[in-house]
């Protein structure tokens, strides 16, 4: 994975022809953010948590992309660079696909996908969508996804491929029959806010019981739910996200480890050393010196 610059996005290549932009602003001001895409893609973005502000003509035209929506684009004249403005607490994830890559994903169904069609050669296409409860949830297993980097390429290529499918299924009950919780669009919601509330109060994060009462949802609901939409148990969900936060503190260099394990809760040190070991199989300090 590549880091482009501080708070912008990272860049991981599934292949040659298919890449993913991880794009989260986790400020409080507006983040731009330009990356070169020329005509020879199609380009997926998608808005899990946030909003965010495609420009184009040099800032002359817009389309806005609202929390738990989507926008395709694809145009066969010109080419269409990414020029984001995001806003604060937002979260894009954006999919780019070589169209020799995607139309032989479709090649038995060309005539399916509209800018795959023959008549299609010289037309441009935008498309916004709702997000579909089951893209939603691959897109928060890709976004939160902290796997041994051996295996993280292999991981976010099934769930990309995974995502265009999901896309482009117009079945209406298709996400019903997947996961039947996620039929109730309130109960998803309130699993979301418990998401949040966990990770805006990570240092000191209410238990089970508050975190069902706070949010309207009973305890079962709360934990078949959570596990449901993010893969994970509550609290494990949260350690993964602290172990996440630590290495990137550490690599940042501006931080001993008891700082780090107080900006994480941990009420010694020690505690936190355990955690991060028992994550990555070394210690915080091994880690540091690793990366020099």
Known sequence: MENVGIGSYEQLY????????KIQNETEQHKEVVHPIDRNYIQFHFSLKGGAQFLFNNGNYHLDVSEENSLLLYNTQKDLPLHLMVSPQTWVLSVVVSIQ??????????????FLSGSFSEKKYYAQEVLTPSMAVVLSQLMGSNLHPSIQKLYTKGKIYELIALYFNKTSDADLEQCPFLADEDNVRKIK????????????PPTLHELSDEIGLSLKKLKEGFKQIYGDSVYGYLLDHKMDLARKLLESGKYNVNEIALKLGYSTASHFIASFKKKYGTTPKKYVTSLT
């Open 101 to 114: 890559r995607f139309h032989a994903l479709f090649s038995e169904d060309a005539e399916e996908i509209p």
């Open 193 to 204: 806010h418990a998401k949040d509330i966990i990770l805006e109060r990570m240092a000191e």
């Open 14 to 21: 599934v292949d040659d022809e298919v890449y993913v932009l």
